[in-house]
């Protein structure tokens, strides 16, 4: 997941290439864009004022589930460490973690 994040960062970076049109080429090349437990990543993208993004990048955790309805939510959440809890969510906001298992 930390790989995706990176890689992630770099497209952000590069104002010249579409954030939105790479990221998901990004997602998938990394383990066919499926996390640990083989469920497909989430990865939402919200536009800022001006030419920038911020995105969310979310394992469901072992259980498949998000933890939350809408994953719009994370946007607006503060860090927390959920160690011990596989069936959280884990989830990156743009490169940093928000929700972060230790795994």
Avoid: C, H, T
């Amino acid at each position: 997941m930390q790989a995706i994040v990176s890689r992630l960062e770099a497209i952000k970076a590069d104002r010249e290439q579409s954030f939105k049109a790479k990221s998901r080429g990004v997602i998938a090349s990394e383990a066919s864009g499926l996390d640990q437990w083989g469920n497909p990543f989430v990865l939402i993208v919200k536009d800022n004022e001006g030419p920038s993004y911020s995105y969310v990048l979310i394992s469901r955790g072992s259980d498949g589930q998000l933890d939350v309805a809408s994953p719009d939510v994370y946007f607006d959440e503060k860090e927390e460490f959920i160690l011990g809890q596989p069936e959280r969510d884990i989830v990156f906001r743009d490169g940093l973690p928000l929700k972060n298992a230790g795994k």
